[in-house]
């Protein structure tokens, strides 16, 4: 026999388990199935969470998984490659090795992977000092040399954003478009350069970021360097439901994927939410546990008209 919950939550992070924890305080049976690989552990601390500020993310993590086990949820290590309709209802969530379970809800909070340039070093410095929030990270650099690496059509807006934490800030333009004549009149005013030419990598000594370094051979020397990933949405074991990711657009520029939800987290397929980075790339940590909560709120309310169904049904059965 399979086990079964009321709710199976797939992703462990701040949405998932905040989602958990409000669920199991509603005494509802809760699994939570974690892969174990949050988007933010290469990040030291974890910024903008009120009573939280400072925190290491695997110290959140290791805090949100005491509590939601203090009201009797339970939390595995697995990681989920499928899931499907059965009967009444319900959905069999499939793991890789092979283990399954029955839900009556599914709540998704498997987040996103952050598709990065292809340049040397990028990958090895990400969420370190190769950065793209500056709402994360722009406290910590602050009034240091930054370095802007353009990838997308929004290179000029986030050297902008960046000029708000530091004066120094350079935009180089990696072989991108270049900026329009107003775009250029906006950088000049704020005190930012351009630098022509694409960048071969990054210059890094003693374990720091220190400059990049373009291909014809010229070094720039800086303290951070800001990215733009592709936020792409890790939700490829839904379409087993036929659900599947949506383009999301910022300025009218595809900036990632997601699966599209309503206010609540809702999806297209009745029974599953989603919550978190998942459903909204730009989602900072707390937001995601706001948003674990507010997903989780709606499916027991749906729940509790489940359970109602069912309670009258039996009742006039009698």
């Known amino acids: 026999m399979e086990d079964s919950y009321d709710v199976v939550v797939v992703g462990g992070g701040a949405a998932g388990l905040g989602g958990a924890l409000a669920l199991s305080r509603a ?13 933010n552990a290469p990040a030291g601390h974890i910024h903008n969470y009120l009573g939280r500020e400072g925190t290491p993310p695997g110290e959140l993590l290791a805090i949100g ?3 939601v086990a203090g009201y009797g949820g339970e939390i595995v290590t697995g990681t989920v490659t499928s899931a499907d309709k059965i009967g009444d209802g319900q959905f069999r969530v499939t793991l890789a090795d092979g283990a399954t379970v029955r839900a009556r809800r599914l709540l998704v909070t498997t987040g996103l992977v952050d ?20 709402y994360c990270h722009g406290w910590e ?3 240091q040399p930054i370095g802007v690496l353009a990838g997308s ?5 986030q050297a902008l954003m960046w000029r708000q934490w530091t004066e120094n ?4 333009l990696n072989d991108a478009d270049e900026p329009t004549g107003e775009e250029y009149e906006q950088l000049a005013a704020r005190g930012i350069a351009v630098i022509d030419g694409g960048v071969a990598g990054l210059e890094v000594q003693d374990d720091r970021l220190t400059g ?25 074991f839904l379409t087993s439901l036929g659900l599947d990711t949506t383009e999301m657009e910022m300025a009218g520029h595809v900036i990632g994927t997601a699966v599209a939800s309503d206010a609540t987290g809702a999806t297209a397929v009745p029974g599953v939410w989603v919550a978190g980075n998942v459903a909204d790339p730009k989602a900072q940590v707390i937001v995601a546990a706001g948003a674990g909560l507010s997903a989780a709120a709606a499916i027991n309310a749906d729940l509790v008209m489940d359970d109602t169904s069912l309670a009258v049904a039996g009742a006039l059965s009698r």
């Open 141 to 143: 650099v602050r009034d």
């Open 65 to 67: 998984r005491e509590e």
């Open 115 to 134: 598709v990065l340039p292809d340049i040397p070093g990028v990958a090895e410095r990400w969420g370190r000092d190769v950065l793209h929030c500056p």
């Open 27 to 39: 005494r509802r049976s809760v699994l939570v199935i974690d892969a174990g690989a949050p988007r």
């Open 169 to 172: 800030v350079t935009l180089f």
């Open 212 to 236: 990049v370094r373009l291909r014809a051979g010229q070094v720039f020397s800086l303290a951070a360097v800001v990215v733009p990933p592709l936020f792409r949405a890790r939700a490829e």
């Open 153 to 157: 059509p929004l290179a000029v807006h």
